[in-house]
């Protein structure tokens, strides 16, 4: 019996569905405050002085915390540390905090934030990363032409290859900040421990070793003393890491100088303003091809806006560049990637991390240069696809596992009835008075799994596994659930890597003094990396209880097998609670650490193997567009995914299905409104910032196209952002054939107006 | 919520006699949908005394009349969406209130609520407008009368003062064989604020010339509007392509005549000429 590969139910879905869970905002402790941050008034101005006099005698008010307050230092970061946990000398963002005021109620708390009093000295703002770039003003001292960093991927001679080319296609794109929207906003508690200076850290953190040395770095407390514990988590995408990094210390800063729990949540407007977001990119793409559609090269300058911190920028600039010329064989590649400080909401992690707005931008181009060849965006991309033995766009020679892609395109192709709709729309669509128009667009991706040769070295998991004295597994992994469905996913593989059924498996919630450190749940590397991790502790554990086996029954063990809650040994089959009794019997330790770490790659900073192992990912969309007012229908969507081996294949389907109607939100609806005079964001809740609802949700299909990878513990990869990644470039395609000409649209979203507009343009006013 | 004071009277004539007792300014808080937002947003309602008249007995019922249809004040957009009368004598409004908000919003939010609230983006008005809507109400306890067109001064105001509730609405009770269309224009297909809105109702004689026609567009007027002289191109005649044209270019061409040119013209005018020949060609080709 195999656990993994089955749909078991999910182990958490019982609080959730009844409301048992406890979210961060859930918590009540003895004595708590309530917080509440001050926002900076200027998206960048010198802060001449802090008044807190005032807030401090007002009702139940314990204590208002400024920078002056933090012991250590001031700022955070998970590579880069920039980021203020309170603005100091000045704010560099809106949603920078300038203090933060603990009273006995929440409403004391708002109400005395009022009268927090903060004299500024305005600076200009800098909210276009195009004249941030070299701008006198400069945001961080350290970064004197505003440019944080990036990545240039090479390959090849790009002039020669343009040179061989027959067809050039030119084009420009541009994508806008999106928010998560997990439907959790922010909430964390800090509570002291009353015997020694220590806190717990509890509420919505998607990575908290991460947090851990945040605290440690601004409080100076030991690594021990910082406990972290995340709460039930509402949804995250990437979302509750630094933000969320930043209040914890903030409330452990409170909870620590009054000895008093303290709790601080954002509502969604100031979730929306202080939360990071995805990056906006601008790219300026040069696709060279043969007559035939094979791409010669491919000539990409993409400028990302980090906003006031760095954040994950260069980081995202890497997959932005190593992963946006997608699964395409080509001769040369010149990718410049860099992102650029700015007054605006920073960004950072997010689902897909670079990659939806990069291969947007190609996928819109592919389908360019597939009309000026006069070939069909399906063949432009079968022509190009790469396949076992070929070498990826950045260098990589992909002979050590299966590269899916096609067999993924081709799935997602016939499910969508991709061509024979495809004859029937180009047919229709030849009426140049009809005012309702379908379209078709395919986009694929390859995913680098986990984090990449950016991060050669690091990249590391780590598990405490311990067999009690009832067989009973208990796992302790960091690595946490964070609404994707990872918990249950764990559980599986340390069922079938312990050879024990399902139940014999119990999963301990993520707290940082009981799991050993680990990288956090991100990059999608969650299934991947813990999996590694859980099989090297099993097989640690299998040699403590072999040794006990040994011992006791005086056999040799060097055949043992671990299966189906059974143990074999020379002539010996025995239960698995029997050999764990003879463990306890001779005071042996059925525990063990296990640990796993990505094998560096060879990447010299351009080019070569940016990453260990890919995932594989298709999506096809079909559209409806009515000219006469500009809607998009989404018809319908398939994705098609190869996970390598789906652990919970209900999971994957659900992370396929979110990650369909997240790419539909990006592509047709998500605008947060940002004003560029002053860096403000104008949509900052769901009334005005516009995700899809159920009602506008699509048969959405999910696929799963399974070819164990040989380089992961039980075959699988992630799926988180693989989901994604490619919908919004399916989406505009389809779009954009709708309008009969590929590549007509070119900035996200695709809205009611841009595309009443287009078609206005390219079909007059009316029939 | 900050507010002065919290009032739940149990009667209509109770509520008079507390709106007449109370001092400072009042706020008659219906569902709530509107306010709960609002006080979110700020303070203002600090020094209000909050009435609520949620379930007043009096202000519950949709009651089929002679020519008319009265529906109670208090009643929700739920009731007036599932209502049999409303469906069979005026669907035009039950299709109306089904676009509104979620289904929580609708459960609770009233009829009167939506019309004092006076949003120019309110799904319920155009619909309310062209089955000839008016308004009673009592003044001081006394009960006074308001066309629907005339109840609401300009965006977010009504002629009414804080003290004046709103006992019913009565609208046309159409007569059988009567179409009607509402067309919603939002962003997305559920909670969404709408661009615009087109409602609409026909009425054919035997021969096919049109005996009865109102049509108007919401969501982008700053107050509910009814064009006796759009409606003339149609009235007394059979409808064609040409006829429909001119009224879609007519009905149209109020958006900058009446909201006066904005960054939103160029879109709403097309789409309102555009939209509106289409519903219209499809109803009239339809039957």
């Known amino acids: 019996m195999y656990t993994v590969g089955q749909s078991v139910k999910r182990i958490d879905a019982d609080a959730k569905v009844l409301g048992t869970a406890q979210f961060g905002d859930d918590e009540r402790y003895p004595g708590m405050l309530y917080l509440k941050g001050v926002y900076a008034k200027y998206a960048h101005a010198k802060i001449l002085s802090v008044d807190t006099s005032e807030a401090e005698k007002m009702p139940g008010v314990a204590i208002v915390v400024t920078a002056k307050d933090i012991p250590c230092e001031k700022m955070i970061g998970e590579i880069f540390i920039d980021q203020y946990v309170l603005a100091d000398d000045k704010t560099r963002y809106l949603g920078d905090v300038v203090a933060v005021v603990a009273a006995d109620t929440q409403d004391q708390a708002n109400e005395a934030a009022k009268h927090v009093k903060v004299e500024y000295e305005p600076l200009p703002v800098l909210s276009d990363p195009r004249t941030a770039i070299g701008n006198e003003q400069v945001i961080n001292p350290d970064y004197p032409d505003n440019i944080c960093g990036g990545v240039h991927a090479l390959k090849g001679d790009i002039d020669k290859a343009f040179a061989e080319s027959d067809v050039i296609v030119e084009s420009h794109f541009e994508t806008g900040h999106v928010e998560h929207a997990y439907i959790e906003p922010e909430a964390v508690n800090a509570i002291p421990n009353p015997m020694r200076p220590e806190v717990t850290i509890t509420g919505s953190l998607q990575a908290p070793y991460n947090l851990r040395i945040s605290v440690h770095r601004c409080l100076g407390l030991p690594m021990s003393q910082i406990i972290i514990r995340p709460s039930a988590v509402g949804g995250s995408f990437g979302g509750k890491i630094e933000t969320a990094e930043a209040m914890a210390v903030r409330a452990a800063l409170v909870a620590l100088k009054t000895g008093r729990p303290a709790h601080y949540k954002l509502t969604r407007e100031e979730s929306i303003t202080e939360s990071y977001k995805r990056h906006p990119i601008t790219f300026d793409l040069k696709l060279g091809c043969d007559k035939e559609g094979h791409i010669k090269g491919l000539k990409v300058n993409a400028l990302g806006d980090s906003g006031a911190y760095i954040n994950m920028s260069p980081p995202v600039m890497y997959k932005t560049a190593t992963l946006g010329p997608g699964p395409y064989r080509m001769d040369a590649l010149d990718y410049d990637a860099v992102a650029v400080i700015t007054n605006n909401v920073h960004t950072g992690s997010m689902r897909g991390f670079g990659t939806p707005q990069a291969i947007f931008a190609m996928e819109n181009t592919m389908d360019m240069m597939a009309a000026k060849i006069g070939i069909s965006p399906l063949e432009m991309r079968r022509r190009n696809l790469l396949q076992n033995g070929d070498v990826s766009p950045c260098g990589h020679l992909l002979d050590f596992h299966e590269v899916s892609i096609r067999s993924v395109m081709e799935k997602a192709v016939k499910e969508m009835d991709y061509e024979r709709k495809y004859a029937e729309i180009m047919e229709e669509n030849r009426d140049p008075k009809r005012r309702k128009r379908r379209g078709l667009g395919i986009a694929t991706s390859m995913r680098g799994a986990s984090i990449g040769a950016d991060g050669n070295g690091f990249d590391v998991s780590r598990v405490l596994i311990e067999v009690m004295p009832d067989a009973n597994v208990h796992v302790n992994i960091g690595l946490v659930e964070i609404g994707q469905g990872l918990r249950t996913a764990q559980a599986e593989m340390a069922a079938e890597g312990m050879g024990v059924p399902f139940d014999r498996v119990t999963m301990g919630e993520t707290d940082t003094s009981r799991s050993p450190v680990t990288g956090a749940c991100i990059a999608s590397r969650g299934t991947m990396m813990g999996g590694a991790a859980i099989k090297d502790a099993c097989i640690k554990i299998h040699k403590i209880i072999a040794d006990a086996c040994a011992a006791v029954y005086k056999k040799p063990v060097d055949d043992i097998v671990f299966e189906n809650d059974r143990v074999r040994f020379a002539d010996m089959d025995i239960s698995f609670p029997e050999a764990v009794k003879a463990c306890y019997d001779r005071n042996m330790t059925p525990m063990a650490v296990g640990t796993y770490f990505v094998p560096v790659t060879n990447w010299d900073g351009h080019t070569g193997e940016p990453f260990y192992t890919y995932t594989y990912s298709c999506h096809v969309a079909e559209v409806e567009v009515d000219l006469d007012c500009g809607t998009v229908e989404v018809l319908k969507m398939v994705g098609c995914h190869d996970p390598g081996r789906a652990v919970n294949p209900d999971a994957v389907k659900g992370q396929i299905y979110g990650g369909l109607t997240m790419a539909e939100g990006m592509a047709l609806f998500e605008d947060l409104g940002l004003n560029r005079k002053d860096a403000s964001l104008k949509n900052r809740n769901y009334e005005n910032y516009i995700i899809p609802t159920a009602m506008d949700v699509p048969e959405n299909v999910p696929i799963i196209d399974e070819h164990h990878d040989p380089r992961t513990a039980f075959g699988g990869r992630s799926m988180g952002e693989p989901a994604t990644e490619p919908g919004a470039g399916a989406i505009t395609c389809a779009v954009n054939m709708a309008l009969g000409k590929p590549g007509y649209l070119t900035s996200l979203p695709f809205d009611l107006d841009k595309v009443f507009f287009a078609g206005q343009e390219l079909f007059g006013e009316e029939a | ?287």
């Open chain 2, 1 to 287: 919520m900050k507010y002065k004071a919290y009032y739940r009277p149990q009667s209509v004539p109770e509520t008079v006699e507390l709106l007449a007792s109370l001092e400072g300014p009042v706020v008659l808080f219906a569902g709530g949908t509107d306010i709960l937002i609002y006080a979110r947003e700020d303070d203002r309602y600090a020094d209000s005394s909050i009435v609520n008249i949620f379930g007043l007995p009096e202000l519950q019922g949709i009651t089929l009349l002679d020519d008319e249809i009265r529906i109670g004040a208090g009643v929700t957009h739920t009731e007036i969406e599932q209502s049999p009368i409303i469906q069979k004598y005026a669907k035009v409004l039950a299709d109306a209130c089904r676009t509104i908000g979620s289904l929580q919003i609708r459960d609770h939010a009233t009829i009167a609520g939506n019309i004092c609230n006076a949003s120019p983006a309110a799904d319920s008005l155009a619909a309310l407008a062209i089955l000839d809507a008016k308004i009673e109400y009592l003044h001081e306890g006394k009960p006074c009368e308001l066309p629907l067109v005339d109840l609401i001064a300009k965006p977010y105001k009504t002629v009414l003062t804080d003290r004046d509730l709103v006992t019913c609405i009565r609208i046309r009770r159409l007569p059988e064989g009567t179409q009607t269309v509402f067309y919603k224009l939002g962003r997305r297909k559920a909670l969404a604020i709408s661009r615009m809105t087109i409602a609409l109702l026909a009425h054919r004689a035997a021969d096919g010339t049109v005996d009865d026609f109102n049509i108007t567009v919401g969501a982008t007027f700053p107050k509910p509007y009814t064009f006796p002289e759009i409606n003339g191109i149609l009235l007394g005649k059979k409808p064609d392509p040409a006829r429909i044209a001119e009224i879609a270019q007519a009905i149209s061409a109020k958006i900058p005549e009446i909201a006066g040119i904005r960054k939103s013209t160029t879109f709403k005018q097309p789409v309102c000429r555009n939209m509106t020949a289409r519903l219209l060609n499809e109803l009239f080709t339809e039957a």
